[in-house]
């Protein structure tokens, strides 16, 4: 069976749910399809201990303040999820769960959107399918040697299933300093970073990333010289974990290893270590293989836009994967203007 709408939405999470929402206010059908069972996205597979980087107040979806969570400045996993369940109901966002879309081709006018659940006709698409889903692993010398055990932060839950055991966390971004700063105390921590870590003030928050991040974004777009963006700040926000891991001497990273063996880790000095557990905090890629039938990425696996719209299929918009679809699309705060955005060049596009 196909069925028909202006718009799909593919994915149910934070973006897919900013993007319902600016949709419904300009009134265009449209239909939400997400593959979880259910509502909150990718926050639903977070480790126990994470925070968001910011206070409630700053952390909220376009049209809802995020409300405080009673004793805790930044809220967990948990508080972001009830958020999203709760976004959702208030605006009566058409998500039809449990929905796996399987590939987006052209079709005459519209692009089909081929799911488990049966086809839908669309006159545009917006993908709203993030990261989580694609963990990314370095191509590091003897990563199948290794006779311990290997995870991804997608697969890391907490600390306790880690006691006495000797773990290397690798990464230097917030993934991989919450991770070694979670499991410090607990277990033998070694967290290996490509370079030194680079710390962002201690009051520095979501709300000053978003705003430098928009800035640097209005300063590209006039031709003015490019600010650096987040990235020139620092790569880690030091939330109170963080910094008090940090000023209790926990978090002292060692050099990029050189290779995996058996039994731990090399480095290029020749120095070693033993380990029981690898944890790779190296990221996630966009979570773009339904598109492939569209012929749209570059060589980096990008799909080249103009603000959230497909340079090449123009019925097309994405958003959420960060700076490259909008200044901090990736977060809670930053992708309400992109989806806007994005509803009202859909708008212009119906009328067409």
Not at 179 to 193: P, Q, S
Not at 229 to 243: E, F, H, K, M, N
Request: hydrophobic share 40%.
């Amino acid at each position: 069976m196909t069925r028909r709408t202006d718009v799909v939405v593919i994915g149910g999470g934070q973006a897919g749910l900013a993007a319902g929402y600016h949709l419904r206010r300009l009134g265009i059908e449209h239909v939400i399809l997400d593959a979880e069972a259910a509502p909150g996205g990718a926050w639903q597979h977070t480790w126990d201990s994470l925070r968001l980087f910011s206070p409630a107040q700053y952390s909220s979806l376009p049209g809802r303040l995020m409300p405080s969570q009673p004793g805790e400045l930044y809220p967990d996993a948990a508080h972001v999820i009830g958020y999203l369940t709760d976004y959702e109901k208030r605006y009566e966002l058409p998500v039809q769960r449990g929905v796996w879309v399987s590939a987006v081709h052209r079709d005459g006018a519209f692009l089909r959107v081929a799911t488990d659940c049966g086809d839908w006709r669309a006159r545009a698409v917006i993908s709203a399918t993030g990261t989580w889903t694609r963990p990314f692993l370095p191509a590091v010398p003897g990563r199948r040697e290794f006779a311990g055990r290997q995870l991804h932060t997608l697969q890391y839950q907490n600390p306790r299933e880690f006691d006495g055991q000797r773990v290397i966390v690798v990464g230097g971004g917030n993934s991989g300093a919450q991770i070694a700063a979670d499991l410090a105390g607990r277990a033998e921590v070694t967290w290996v970073t490509q370079r030194p870590p680079r710390y962002l003030a201690d009051d520095i928050d979501g709300r000053a990333l978003f705003d430098h991040a928009t800035a640097r974004r209005r300063a590209l777009d006039e031709g003015r010289r490019d600010t650096g963006g987040v990235a020139s700040l620092g790569d880690i926000v030091a939330i109170p974990p963080v910094r008090a891991a940090r000023d209790a001497g926990l978090l002292t990273a060692r050099p990029m290893l050189s290779r995996l063996t058996a039994t731990g880790a090399q480095w290029a000095d020749g120095a070693t270590a033993e380990a029981d557990v690898v944890i790779w905090c190296t990221g996630f890629r966009p979570a773009l293989a339904p598109f492939a039938a569209l012929r749209l990425r570059g060589t980096r696996g990008h799909i080249a836009t103009v603000g959230t719209r497909a340079v090449d299929e123009p019925r097309l918009h994405l958003l959420g994967y960060g700076d490259w679809t909008g200044p901090a699309s990736a977060t809670l705060i930053g992708v309400g203007r992109p989806a806007r955005d994005a509803a009202r060049e859909i708008a212009g596009l119906l009328r067409a």
